[in-house]
């Protein structure tokens, strides 16, 4: 069949079961644009880049399916790079289609070429930020190329692909027939790992005295979550998690214990240093979530030993020594776990010691808790505020949390179902949030969605808002209006007692203070300010209700409760300079 490479792109796409695509218009891909109106996939106009790049990062974890990133040439495709960081590292399947210049003029300093160091370089750029960057260099390749994109974005751990594609592609004709993407893709196989190992994973975790399982980002990726809290009821074993990996077991499981890490669940960060045996599964020990690999705070490793699960082999061995390590899917691997454990071998004393300790340990924080969380103080705190945002969303909820308020989410607001739980924690964007719900929203069906986020977040992110309200998305967002960065002047506040950058204010010191309520009336979304801690559970109740895109600002106060109970090798280093080294 004959047709223009936009065309066949747009009916490959369709093949493949891509049903969403968002970006921006531009010269680089209108043909591209006018090609989609004869397909079925919904587009959604974003108002910046990296808006389409972060939403379409929380529509794959929550659908576990990747939408298209549409981008024109130049600074349209650069605008993606920061929100691609975030999909690589928390492992989002993404696939970009970045316009690039035209195939007939490199070289020739066209038009927002980047050649001055070779012809045409846009694409050098995402390589730090991507599983695979694919120039493609003639028409009748697009289809060739946007199945390999899908099978490498979709194989192992997933992360994102960029096409980059010259413009004129899009224009030239070509005859050819657009393939079965069934022929072309591995398809979803599962695979367990050696079975040596299970078998040897299964008796150190039976012979263990304190048995502990550290579940990571991967666990909810592979969607095994079911099979993780069989095995671990079948070991009667505590679960810790990463911040990556909440909800890999439902945070109010008796035998959950909260996430690891320099701001961890104390009880988490308590027995992840009593181990005996941790099977870790799908995780790459990022520092923040390990204290920076400290086995005063996190895991001595030795004397502990390590079961370590992962798809990808680079990642067993990698951080610390591997007693047993299993390359292989988490949801395939933890099965073939549940099928090989029988009765623990260790003395039932032993175990139900370590289970009463539990148990002893989460009640006397949810002691030290409840004072915050029941807080009438306004400005208010944040841990009150996440207890009004728990109760208001239904437990199958989509809550996506604000990189400057994770930590503090993690020890007030418990994730209480699978794929209900969004966050940048790998490459940690501030702004990725905001549209981030605007993703999930696309992803959730009939599920309500909320996000919380800072002050200064939602200001990286407000073309998001005008998405949302052309697009009829009804995402709610509850903004900490603390003025300023308050997570980085708490940094300042320990190690120098003085501030710069960190509030909103004039040269003269005065507080400066946008009016977000105006702001997100301006878009045409609702808007709502909260004066008391009362009023904020009813304004998230009728903004569900409401079915519209929804903004409540807080008043918060700039100093957070937060428990920390970890450590962090960053505070080291900035406390040297502070001290004059």
Same mark, same amino acid.
């Given at each position: 069949?004959?047709?223009?490479?936009?065309?066949?792109?747009?009916?490959?796409?369709?093949?493949?079961?891509?049903?969403?695509?968002?970006?921006?218009?531009?010269?680089?891909?209108?043909?591209?644009?006018?090609?989609?109106?004869?397909?079925?996939?919904?587009?959604?106009?974003?108002?910046?880049?990296?808006?389409?790049?972060?939403?379409?990062?929380?529509?794959?974890?929550?659908?576990?399916?990747?939408?298209?990133?549409?981008?024109?040439?130049?600074?349209?495709?650069?605008?993606?790079?920061?929100?691609?960081?975030?999909?690589?590292?928390?492992?989002?399947?993404?696939?970009?289609?970045?316009?690039?210049?035209?195939?007939?003029?490199?070289?020739?300093?066209?038009?927002?070429?980047?050649?001055?160091?070779?012809?045409?370089?846009?694409?050098?750029?995402?390589?730090?930020?991507?599983?695979?960057?694919?120039?493609?260099?003639?028409?009748?390749?697009l289809p060739r190329a946007i199945t390999r994109a899908l099978?490498?974005?979709?194989?192992?751990?997933?992360?994102?692909?960029?096409?980059?594609?010259?413009?004129?592609?899009?224009?030239?004709?070509?005859?050819?027939?657009i393939p079965r993407a069934s022929l072309h893709r591995a398809?979803?196989?599962?695979?367990?790992?050696?079975?040596?190992?299970?078998?040897?994973?299964?008796?150190?975790?039976?012979?263990?005295?304190?048995?502990?399982?550290?579940?990571?980002?991967?666990?909810?990726?592979?969607?095994?979550?079911?099979?993780?809290?069989?095995?671990?009821?079948?070991?009667?074993?505590?679960?810790?998690?990463?911040?990556?990996?909440?909800?890999?077991?439902?945070?109010?499981?008796?035998?959950? &214990?909260?996430?690891?890490?320099? @701001? /961890?669940? %104390? $009880? +988490?960060? =308590?027995?992840? *240093?009593? #181990?005996?045996?941790?099977?870790?599964?799908?995780?790459?020990?990022?520092?923040?979530?390990?204290?920076?690999?400290?086995?005063?705070?996190?895991?001595?490793?030795?004397?502990?030993?390590?079961?370590?699960?992962?798809?990808?082999?680079?990642?067993?061995?990698?951080?610390?020594?591997?007693?047993?390590?299993?390359?292989?899917?988490?949801?395939?691997?933890? &099965?073939?776990?549940?099928?090989? @454990? /029988?009765? %623990? $071998? +260790?003395? =039932?004393?032993? *175990?139900? #010691?370590?289970?009463?300790?539990?148990?002893?340990?989460?009640?006397?924080?949810?002691?030290?808790?409840?004072?915050?969380?029941?807080?009438?103080?306004?400005?208010?705190?944040?841990?009150?505020?996440?207890?009004?945002?728990?109760?208001?969303?239904?437990?199958?909820?989509?809550?996506?949390?604000?990189?400057?308020?994770?930590?503090?989410?993690?020890?007030?607001?418990?994730?209480?179902?699978?794929?209900?739980?969004? $966050?940048?924690?790998?490459?940690?964007?501030?702004?990725?949030?905001?549209?981030?719900?605007?993703?999930?929203?696309?992803?959730?069906?009939?599920?309500?969605?909320?996000?919380?986020?800072?002050?200064?977040?939602?200001?990286?992110?407000?073309?998001?808002?005008?998405?949302?309200?052309?697009?009829?998305?009804?995402?709610?967002?509850?903004?900490?209006?603390?003025?300023?960065?308050?997570?980085?002047?708490?940094?300042?506040?320990?190690?120098?007692?003085?501030?710069?950058?960190?509030?909103?204010?004039?040269?003269?010191?005065?507080?400066?203070?946008?009016?977000?309520?105006?702001?997100?009336?301006?878009?045409?979304?609702?808007?709502?300010?909260?004066?008391?801690?009362?009023?904020?559970?009813?304004?998230?109740?009728?903004?569900?209700?409401?079915?519209?895109?929804?903004?409540?600002?807080?008043?918060?106060?700039?100093?957070?409760?937060?428990?920390?109970?970890?450590?962090?090798?960053?505070?080291?280093?900035?406390?040297?300079?502070?001290?004059?080294?």
């Open positions: 069949m004959r047709m223009v490479g936009a065309v066949a792109v747009a009916r490959t796409l369709q093949e493949a079961g891509i049903d969403l695509a968002l970006g921006m218009c531009g010269h680089g891909n209108v043909a591209l644009l006018d090609a989609l109106l004869d397909s079925n996939i919904r587009y959604v106009s974003t108002y910046h880049e990296q808006v389409a790049a972060h939403a379409a990062d929380a529509y794959f974890r929550i659908a576990g399916k990747p939408a298209v990133v549409i981008t024109t040439v130049g600074a349209g495709a650069t605008n993606v790079v920061t929100a691609l960081g975030d999909a690589l590292l928390d492992a989002s399947a993404v696939l970009v289609l970045a316009a690039s210049t035209p195939q007939s003029e490199l070289g020739l300093d066209a038009l927002q070429e980047l050649g001055l160091h070779g012809n045409s370089q846009q694409g050098e750029i995402f390589r730090p930020v991507s599983k695979r960057v694919i120039r493609v260099e003639r028409a009748e390749h099978n490498i974005a979709l194989s192992g751990c997933p992360g994102p692909v960029v096409l980059d594609i010259p413009l004129d592609l899009y224009s030239t004709h070509v005859d050819l027939a398809g979803e196989q599962r695979f367990e790992g050696d079975a040596a190992a299970l078998a040897r994973a299964a008796e150190l975790l039976e012979d263990a005295k304190r048995p502990l399982i550290f579940a990571g980002g991967g666990v909810n990726r592979a969607r095994a979550c079911a099979a993780l809290t069989v095995l671990a009821e079948a070991l009667d074993c505590p679960v810790v998690t990463s911040l990556a990996g909440r909800g890999a077991i439902s945070e109010v499981h008796p035998l959950s &214990a909260g996430f690891t890490g320099v @701001v /961890g669940h %104390p $009880v +988490a960060n =308590a027995l992840v *240093r009593e #181990a005996d045996v941790m099977l870790a599964v799908g995780t790459r020990f990022f520092d923040i979530d390990t204290s920076s690999w400290s086995p005063t705070h996190f895991a001595a490793i030795p004397p502990a030993k390590l079961i370590h699960i992962d798809v990808n082999p680079y990642e067993i061995g990698k951080i610390f020594p591997t007693e047993c390590g299993i390359v292989g899917d988490a949801r395939a691997a933890v &099965a073939a776990l549940v099928d090989r @454990v /029988g009765p %623990p $071998v +260790a003395p =039932a004393d032993g *175990r139900r #010691a370590w289970r009463d300790r539990l148990r002893s340990a989460k009640a006397t924080w949810e002691t030290e808790a409840a004072e915050s969380r029941a807080s009438d103080e306004m400005p208010m705190q944040i841990a009150r505020i996440l207890t009004e945002v728990r109760a208001a969303l239904p437990s199958n909820g989509i809550f996506v949390s604000g990189v400057g308020i994770r930590h503090v989410a993690g020890q007030h607001f418990p994730i209480l179902e699978p794929d209900t739980y969004v $966050v940048g924690s790998g490459y940690a964007t501030m702004g990725q949030e905001p549209p981030a719900a605007l993703g999930a929203v696309l992803a959730a069906g009939d599920r309500p969605v909320v996000a919380v986020v800072g002050d200064g977040a939602f200001m990286c992110s407000l073309p998001m808002l005008g998405t949302a309200v052309a697009e009829r998305l009804p995402a709610v967002w509850v903004v900490l209006n603390n003025g300023g960065y308050a997570s980085i002047a708490t940094y300042q506040a320990k190690h120098y007692n003085r501030f710069l950058g960190t509030r909103f204010e004039s040269p003269d010191g005065a507080p400066y203070g946008p009016d977000y309520v105006a702001i997100a009336r301006g878009f045409g979304a609702e808007a709502s300010r909260v004066n008391s801690p009362a009023e904020l559970a009813p304004a998230i109740t009728r903004a569900l209700e409401s079915g519209r895109p929804t903004v409540i600002e807080v008043p918060t106060s700039p100093v957070s409760r937060t428990r920390a109970t970890g450590n962090w090798a960053v505070n080291d280093y900035i406390a040297a300079g502070a001290r004059g080294g």
